[in-house]
């Protein structure tokens, strides 16, 4: 039985007390995310604007995404997400704020590719203008060897 089993056998256990805990554990894990999905989206946008007002919605969106996204599976692969949980319920706030700090750094690191990748794509695509899309596909196998 892995943790997180054993987080929820404790909340079913725990009774209301156990709840209280767990909606703690998930308040803190998402508080964690969105602050560093919008300190990744701050802090790359500060670096490298994009062009226009489309560009720069579609930059800000995956970064959020990869950085919620990217955050909370890598928080959770490596348990950071059920160090959370599992600090909550025992009370142990320092626990809870430590892990919660490493899962703001795991999404903001998680966004950078992000923002560096649509960038990418935009480019790619200005150039690719005018092109049918059989030259577009010849050049993107060229890119791939």
């Known amino acids: 039985m892995n943790d997180a089993q054993q987080a929820a056998q404790g909340v079913v256990a725990a009774g209301s007390a ?3 805990a ?3 554990a998930v308040k803190y894990t998402a508080l964690g995310l969105i602050i560093g999905a919008i300190g990744c ?3 790359v946008m500060a670096a490298t604007a994009p062009d226009g007002k489309r560009n720069l919605f579609v930059c800000i969106m995956s970064t959020a995404m990869a950085s919620l996204c ?3 599976y890598v928080g959770k692969h490596f348990g950071f997400v059920d160090a959370i949980v599992a600090a909550a319920m025992t009370g142990d706030m320092s626990g809870v704020s430590t892990a919660v700090y490493t899962l703001i750094g795991i999404a903001f ?4 590719p992000a923002w560096c990748f649509i960038g990418g794509v935009f480019v790619w695509f200005e150039r690719m203008r005018g092109k049918t899309i059989i030259e577009m596909i010849s050049e993107a196998k060229v890119l791939w060897k």
């Open 109 to 112: 690191i998680c966004g950078l």
């Open 70 to 72: 990217g955050g909370n």
């Open 41 to 43: 989206i701050s802090v």
């Open 22 to 24: 767990s909606l703690a």
């Open 18 to 20: 156990g709840k209280a």
